[in-house]
């Protein structure tokens, strides 16, 4: 079982930049992978990022890649969203979530992958 805390978000103005924290409980987060999520008002949950066990496979959704960066610091169970230049149509609902993970090099794109999820938090980019 896992647990994770988010902490992070809030309003911010285009081109401002925002870091997203997820705090994991337990002793296993090396075991899993982890990913994050958006959802915008009206709309379906989507891919964000996602980052391998090892830390060393990172995969982006397009709308993202280049802007946005995940990383963990496995030592203190937490990932991380780096997100710069951000625009008005990132804000969302943000989520982390885990997923087990086979090999030190597995992540996952794909909501049912995932079995634990972060309370969401809020991201606002005003034009």
């Known amino acids: 079982q896992v647990q994770l805390v988010q902490s992070g978000g809030g309003l911010v103005q285009s081109g401002d930049s925002l870091i997203l924290s997820c705090a994991a409980s337990?002793?296993?987060?090396?075991?899993?992978?982890m990913g994050w999520f958006r959802q915008a008002s009206g709309q379906d949950r989507e891919f964000v990022a996602t980052?391998?066990?090892?830390?060393?496979?990172?995969v982006y959704a397009d709308s993202v890649k280049g802007r946005f960066t995940i990383f963990r610091r496995n030592a203190n169970n937490t990932v991380y969203l780096q997100m710069n230049s951000l625009k008005p149509e990132d804000t969302a609902v943000y989520y982390c979530?885990?997923?087990?993970?086979?090999?030190?090099?597995?992540?996952?794109?794909?909501?049912?992958?995932?079995?634990?999820w972060g309370q969401g938090t809020q991201v606002t980019v005003s034009s």
């Open positions: 979530a885990a997923a087990r993970s086979v090999t030190s090099a597995d992540y996952y794109s794909t909501e049912v992958a995932y079995a634990y």
């Open positions: 337990g002793r296993t987060f090396s075991t899993y992978s």
């Open positions: 980052i391998s066990v090892s830390g060393v496979n990172t």
